[in-house]
C-alpha cells in the first residue's frame, strides 16, 4: 500500500444505500490489516485534490517557477578578478600558492582556482577575504587596485 497523504482506504462491502456495513477509512495500517485479515473487501482511492488553494500564494508562485522552462544566465565572476588575484598572489613576498592562499582564507584550493579560472558563482564573504589577504580590492569599479585605508568620512567637532 502507498503511503501518499493523498490517498486512502475504504473498507466495507456493498454500496453505501444497500443493506451491508457501512464504508469506513482506515487511517493506519493496523487497521487495514485487520480488515484484510477478517475478509472484509478492502479498496484504495486516490484524491486529485489541488494543492494550490487561492489562500496559499507560496504555492501559487512554486507552480509558475515550475512552468517555466527559461533558465537564467548564472553570473560567474569576471575575467580581471581572476586576473587581479593571480597578479596580487604572486606580487606577494614570497609568492604565494593556491593552496596557501586558501588556507590563509580558510577555503579549499579548488574555490582560489574556479575564482582565478572564471568559472566560480562570486560570494561576498569569499571575495572580502580574499581582498583582505590579498590587499587588493576584487569588487566594484577599481578591481586590482591596493586596498588604501578608509577614508576619514562623517564630521570632526
Do not use: C, F
Not at 597578479?87 to 582564507?105: D, V
Request: aromatic share 2%; no cysteine; charged share 30%.
Amino acid at each position: 500500500m502507498s503511503d501518499d497523504w493523498d490517498s486512502h482506504v475504504t473498507i466495507g462491502v456493498g454500496s453505501r444505500s444497500g443493506g451491508g456495513p457501512r464504508e469506513k477509512v482506515a487511517r493506519t495500517s493496523s487497521a487495514i490489516n485487520a480488515a484484510r485479515r477478517a475478509g472484509a473487501v478492502v479498496s484504495t482511492e486516490k484524491k486529485y485534490a489541488s494543492g494550490n488553494k487561492s489562500n496559499n500564494p507560496e504555492g501559487q508562485h512554486l507552480t509558475k517557477v515550475d512552468r517555466e522552462d527559461d533558465v537564467g544566465k548564472i553570473s560567474k565572476v569576471s575575467v580581471d578578478v581572476g586576473k587581479a588575484m593571480s597578479q596580487a598572489r604572486q606580487a606577494k613576498e614570497p609568492p604565494m600558492t593556491q593552496k596557501e592562499l586558501a588556507t590563509k582564507i580558510n577555503e579549499k584550493p579548488s574555490v582560489i582556482n574556479d575564482y582565478e579560472s572564471g568559472r566560480a558563482i562570486p560570494s561576498q564573504q569569499v571575495l572580502a577575504k580574499l581582498e583582505r589577504a590579498l590587499g587588493v580590492k576584487l569588487r566594484g569599479k577599481d578591481i586590482g587596485s591596493p586596498l588604501g585605508p578608509k577614508k576619514a568620512g562623517g564630521s570632526s567637532k
